[in-house]
T-cell receptor, first 116, second 114 residues
């Protein structure tokens, strides 16, 4: 079974440029998460989707970040415009079903963003 | 809101020696607790989890963790460390009333010397 797929793996951009990250969760997983991991820190949740609905986006900086999960499968996270402080690893994770209480989250390899 | 503290930023152990990584959490009720491992350039892999029941939890790769409610701790242990265990380890706490949102500690980097 394929795991969580993310692309690109690495991205280098100049500040003020836009950037987008793509995630394909494990097949059948209804819940999808985007995390940001700054250097030397643990991941922090940006947004959580239940199917196509964003149910927790309280930590998403909405002035420059946006996300979508069309059809409740793949998801895209966008930053526009990027700032120096956005340099981090962006992780996508998925889990089977929040309602069952089984909260094992499976993580993708992440996208390492460097903003120059 | 929940929080997690991992007091040790770095730990170095000799190959074959025992290991204990500390994790303390703050949460009002019985939390869901997790340990993840992250190798360089890789995503996080779940080592073990605690939801309820037996407070001693067995995981993959020979790891175990013990939930101690009185100490608000969930320390990770391994009796004999292998060089391949060198990685960064993250403790996380989840809360059902927050949609099982995971809050992670800052991580502990494990170095294994031969």
């Amino acid at each position: 079974e394929a795991g969580v797929v993310q692309s690109p793996r690495y991205k280098i951009i100049e500040k003020k440029q836009p950037v987008a990250f793509w995630c394909n969760p494990i097949s059948g997983h209804n819940t999808l998460y985007w995390y940001r991991q700054n250097l030397g820190q643990g991941p922090e949740l940006l947004i959580r989707y239940e199917n196509e609905e964003a149910v927790d986006d309280s930590q998403l900086p909405k002035d420059r970040f946006s996300a979508e999960r069309l059809k409740g499968v793949d998801s895209t996270l966008k930053i526009q415009p990027a700032e120096l402080g956005d340099s981090a690893v962006y992780l996508c994770a998925s889990s089977l079903d929040q309602q069952t209480g089984n909260n094992e989250q499976f993580f993708g390899p992440g996208t390492r963003l460097t903003v120059l | 809101a929940q929080s997690v503290t991992q007091p040790d930023i770095h730990i170095t152990v000799s190959e074959g020696a025992s290991l204990e990584l500390r994790c303390n959490y703050s949460y009002g009720a019985t939390p869901y607790l997790f340990w993840y491992v992250q190798s360089p350039g890789q995503g996080l892999q779940l080592l073990l989890k605690y939801f309820s029941g037996d407070t001693l939890v067995q995981g993959i790769k020979g790891f175990e963790a013990e939930f101690k409610r009185s100490q608000s701790s969930f320390n990770l242990r391994k009796p004999s460390v292998h060089w391949s265990d060198a990685a960064e380890y993250f403790c996380a706490v989840g809360a059902p009333e927050y949609g099982n949102k995971l809050v992670f500690g800052a991580g502990t980097i494990l170095r294994v010397k031969s």
